[in-house]
Nanobody, 130 residues
Framework: QVQPVESGGGSVQAGGSLRVSCVAS????????MGWFRQAPGKEREKVAS????????YYADSVKGRFTISQDNAKNTLYLQMNSLKPEDTAMYYC???????????????????????WGQGTQVTVSS
């Protein structure tokens, strides 16, 4: 599979906003979920938000609900994550990925070594200072 390409990370003060983007290829004959994940130094990768490529259903981790918004531009094969009211604990490398599932909720994300999971991009760093 073609590796997703993330961009748009940077440094911002607490309370600020950033938007990260991801260009990912899709197989038009399969139902695709797309999502954002993040990993802080010394911590496991965390699921952040997900969306169904064929519709508008979105899912969020409790830690970002009400502050982050996931969206997509299918014409551009691009996934976005708008991050508002950023906190220092949001500091992490942010990754996007695609996968196949009946429901795109975060609790249904297959393991990364599953044939239903796509590939990771190189990530984009988000740093929030207090």
């Amino acid at each position: 599979q073609v590796q997703p390409v993330e961009s748009g990370g940077g440094s911002v003060q607490a309370g600020g906003s950033l938007r990260v983007s991801c260009v990912a290829s899709r197989d038009s004959y399969r139902n695709y979920c797309m999502g954002w994940f993040r990993q802080a130094p010394g911590k496991e990768r965390e699921k952040v938000a997900s969306i169904y490529s064929g519709g508008s259903s979105t899912y969020y981790a409790d830690s970002v609900k009400g502050r982050f918004t996931i969206s997509q531009d299918n014409a551009k094969n691009t996934l976005y994550l708008q991050m508002n009211s950023l906190k220092p604990e949001d500091t992490a490398m942010y990754y996007c990925a695609t996968w196949t599932a009946v429901v795109c909720s975060l609790d249904k994300v297959p393991k990364a070594d599953s044939p239903d999971f796509g590939s990771w991009g190189q990530g984009t760093q988000v740093t929030v200072s207090s």
